[in-house]
């Protein structure tokens, strides 16, 4: 089977998308959240940042756009299921995260602004 390399906008968009997990990673730590785990990798979706405060677990949504509203629907109905379905994954094989509150929450990144963070933005029931 033969990859096609990736092409140069989609190596630039995830550079971005990297650049954008990490800004938003030491946003929240600032906000007294530590990182758990980045680009969680599930058979059934990725989760890009897992962060824990207290006794919150949020899973979190990174996006960056040009403007905050087209980075809140970029997160789309399926994106959000498989979110959902990757964090069932990763409490599957951490069975301890169920003493935890858990949360899905979104950051918002958009060029010459502070991250916008929208905590329980959504959920397995919304």
Do not use: C
């Amino acid at each position: 089977m033969i990859v096609a390399a990736p092409t140069e906008g989609r190596r630039a968009a995830e550079q971005r998308g990297r650049l954008a997990e990490t800004l938003a990673a030491l946003w929240l730590g600032l906000k007294g959240y530590r990182v758990v785990a980045r680009r969680y990798k599930s058979p059934v979706g990725e989760i890009d940042l897992i962060m824990k405060r207290g006794s919150v677990l949020a899973f979190v949504e990174v996006k960056s756009r040009n403007d905050a509203t087209s980075a809140a629907y970029a997160v789309t109905p399926q994106g959000r299921q498989r979110i959902v379905r990757a964090a069932e994954s990763y409490i599957a094989r951490h069975p301890e995260a169920l003493a935890l509150t858990l949360r899905f929450d979104l950051v918002l990144m958009v060029p010459g602004r502070l991250p916008q963070h929208l905590p329980d933005s959504f959920g397995a029931d919304r």
